[in-house]
């Protein structure tokens, strides 16, 4: 190998037969992310590059987090202007143009995380290949932020992997595993690690053409675009509204009508990028990516807590999803409940998780052998991590967490899932109450993100800290709440359900109630929400945090006669195969949204007040990531800020 070639970000390696090695390894720095300085080095990189004609280029990551994680998103929250807009785009979209064009072979040697422009450069090189291992994920997630993928994204992803599959990423912003790259042709080759350097030295010499999509699917992405652009609209207008989201429509049109090149769009279009800068929407959404940051910072205090064995107790709905999301996050766990019994049909929920999740029977397999059914009790003992998930009964948990405190081990943390119970009622059980934490999880477990990590005054730092370490450590968003009823979501969510069923007992109906939040933005009905939840767990929520004589009386009727929502096929609504049945909405009365709203924003901003969270920011966080609110709208808080004449 020849001596390298340093700059502060890359580094330009040679092999004696010619082949160059691209290495971006970021200056001070655990993510490789695309700064301006960085783009400028890969352009003097290439310059060196053009001197020296490698026999082939290969871009690589110094960095065991990933490949790179997209644009430096801080640099996009400072634009402040269309022209500072088109400044961005056209820098990246004129070197990887320029990367495009190269004389030389090149290829992006994918491991771990590949996002934004770190795709958009992969897309740029002759071929990719991506390495077989979990942490391999592939994305061009920049609508969740409310901008494109404009440097070269739109233009090249539908050369690769066809029209629709292309705008079926871009327009969700999803990511794809390694495998699935490889399947649908946007990586050549998905390899193990320890052979991921010579493949790709293999490949990149190999003189292979490029993977051409076949005939008709080059008429979808040429003369028949308009078909691909018009049914991948209306399946956008059926997740989002203009309004609320430009950016979806505004890829549409670049990719439909401008090439895929964001800087083609004139000024005065909607769709430009003038238009999405000046949108409140990507002002929101990019300050919804900082919330989803902070949440992700918190639990690093902790360095030493890798807990390996969950135990939990209770193979419910809640605590079966818990102990197998544990499981898929590479966990030992226990289930306990009275009998195997009871825990099978965990079990069995569990295994289709895997199923769905990793697509890969042996993975499947794998997780499901660390899920072990444990009707007595006997992993306790060994666990590091024990969770309680049993009935919303305060008797019954001080009793089960006595008993547990006897037999585990000194060290292991103590965590109950109670929704509703305060922790310190719980804690006066132990001898040691410091050892309790609630860690609250949201239903269903495997989709809603963020997890309560509540401290009593009795709570000890260690194990607050302990608690929000492992929620990071199976990939949750760990909001840190003080006890109260309620925590911060019920507590905000609570009223919002009361709302919308006092306006059932008005004669509004419920279909009209839901359209009326979907038409906010929000992603479900406030009425299919409290029957998805349980009308029953609704009601007993209900009591607690709102007042007895606000309390919805059909509610109350459903519930006696035994109609609890979806897990019994009928509450408000019928439910026939998982779905409510519902007539058409008709008019939504004015005003309807912002009385729902009203209940909802004073219990935020009385929940901030009460210190229950930090700040308002991180209440903003929460019920985003806890309830679904609009993301658009930056938040309760942030919304409340912005329309002070709503309330």
Partial sequence: M??????????????VDGT????????????????????????????????????????????AAGFIAGADIEELARLDSGAAAHALIKRGWDLYNRLAAVSYPTLALIRGHCLGGGTELALACCYRIAVDE???????????????????????????VGAAAALDLILTGKSIDARRAQKMGLVDACVPPRVMDNAARMLVNSGQPPRALSFFQRLLNGPLKGIVAAQARKQVTRRARPEHYPAPYAI?????????????????????????IASPTTKNLLRVFFLQERLKGFGKEVQQFSPRHVHVVGAGVMGGD???????????????DQNVERIAPAIARAALLFEKKLRDKTAAHFALDRLIADPHGDGVRQADVIIEAIVENLEAKKKLFADIERRAKPEALLASNTSS????????????????????????????????????????????????????????????????????VNAVLA????????????????????????????????????DTVGLDIALAVGRQLVAADMQPKRLGELVA??????????????????????????????????????????????????????????????????????PYTGGPMNYRAQHPNQE
Wanted: proline share 7%; aromatic share 6%; with cysteine.
């Fill in 2 to 15: 020849n001596t390298p070639t340093n700059f502060a970000h890359w580094t330009l390696q040679r092999d």
């Fill in 20 to 63: 160059a090695w691209a290495i971006l390894d970021r200056q001070n720095a655990s993510t490789n992310v695309l700064t301006a300085e960085v783009m400028a080095e890969l352009a003097t990189l290439l310059d060196e590059c053009d001197r020296q004609v490698p026999k082939a280029l290969i871009f690589k990551s110094g960095k």
């Fill in 322 to 336: 818990i102990a197998a999301w544990c499981a898929l996050s590479g966990l030992t766990v226990t289930l306990q």
């Fill in 252 to 276: 549409l049109d670049m990719w439909a009508n401008y090439g895929g090149n964001a800087l083609a769009v004139p000024t005065e279009k909607p769709t430009s990028l003038d238009a999405l």
């Fill in 495 to 530: 009223p919002y359900l009361n709302e919308a069923m006092r306006c059932v007992d008005e004669g509004i109906a419920p279909e009209i109630i839901d359209a009326a939040a979907l038409a906010f933005g929000m992603p479900m009905g406030p009425i299919e929400l409290a």
């Fill in 134 to 160: 979990p942490p391999t994920k592939i994305a061009l997630p920049e609508v969740m932020l409310g901008i494109v993928p404009g440097w070269g994204g739109m233009l090249r992803l539908p050369q690769k």
């Fill in 561 to 630: 006669a035994g109609h609890l929502g979806k897990k019994s096929g009928q509450g408000f609504y019928v439910w026939v195969a998982g779905k409510a049945q519902k007539t058409s909405a008709g008019i939504i009365p004015s005003g309807l949204m912002q009385r729902l709203l009203k209940p909802l924003l004073a219990a935020t901003a009385e929940r901030v007040a009460a210190g229950v969270v930090k700040d308002a920011d991180l209440a903003d966080a929460g019920v985003i990531f806890g309830t679904g609110f609009a």
């Fill in 421 to 488: 119970l305060r922790l310190a009622d719980i804690a006066c059980a132990l001898q040691q109450p410091g050892r309790l934490a609630g860690i609250h999880f949201f239903n269903p477990v495997a989709q809603m993100p963020l997890v309560e990590v509540v401290a009593s005054d009795a709570t000890s730092s260690l194990t607050a800290q302990q608690a929000t370490a492992f929620v990071r450590q199976i990939d949750k968003l760990p909001l840190p709440v003080k006890d109260a009823p309620g925590f911060l």
